[in-house]
């Protein structure tokens, strides 16, 4: 069976260009790999980016929005799976279980509700995926400074930085998860 791959982005395209063109990137080589992209199944910003460059590429696409949202992030109703939930807890778990590892490419407070929710998962024991952040240009340096001053003032043990990764292309991200 082939991989799944939950990807966590921005619904706005932010503003250097490269976010996006790594958004498309990550997309055409989650196809080529065969893998599956599970995402947020907006058609804009990061998130629309990677799934039609998926797509475009053959890639099977699964995407999870709830009703809430359909109209705001222009839910993408040409996907090969297109599951509409009644809320934003549901949605991240219907994400994270049609998936076998995670990729976190730069977005807002709803990206990084979604990184610390499967980190602090993976720091309980409930999951082993890999957790990968697309780190476009040092876009989460600051987050990663952030977890390394929470592990240096006692809040977290050290092996909490051991629970994800970071890779500064798609490329790379992509051999993180292989």
Not at 79 to 101: G, Q, W
Not at 142 to 158: E, T, Y
Request: proline letters at 4%; glycine letters at 12%; one cysteine or more.
């Amino acid at each position: 069976m082939s991989k799944s791959v939950c990807v966590f982005c921005g619904s706005r395209p932010g503003t250097d260009p490269a976010y996006e063109a790594d958004a498309t990137a990550l997309g055409e080589g989650l196809a080529r790999q065969g893998w599956r992209l599970v995402y947020g199944a907006g058609d804009v910003g990061l998130m629309g980016a990677v799934a039609r460059a998926a797509q475009a590429a053959g890639g099977d696409t699964f995407g999870v929005i709830p009703t809430h949202l359909l109209d705001l992030e222009v839910g993408k109703r040409d996907l090969s799976r297109l599951v509409v939930t009644e809320n934003m807890h549901e949605r991240k778990k219907v994400m994270f279980m049609n998936s076998d590892a995670i990729a976190v490419l730069p977005g807002g407070a709803g990206s990084l509700d979604e990184f610390f929710e499967v980190l602090t998962w993976a720091q309980l024991g409930l999951h082993a995926r890999p957790i990968v952040l697309l780190n476009t240009r040092g876009y989460w340096d600051p987050l990663i400074a952030l977890v390394d001053h929470i592990v240096a003032q006692g809040f977290a043990d050290a092996s909490l930085r051991d629970l994800f990764d970071s890779a500064d292309t798609p490329e790379a991200l992509l051999e993180r998860l292989g």
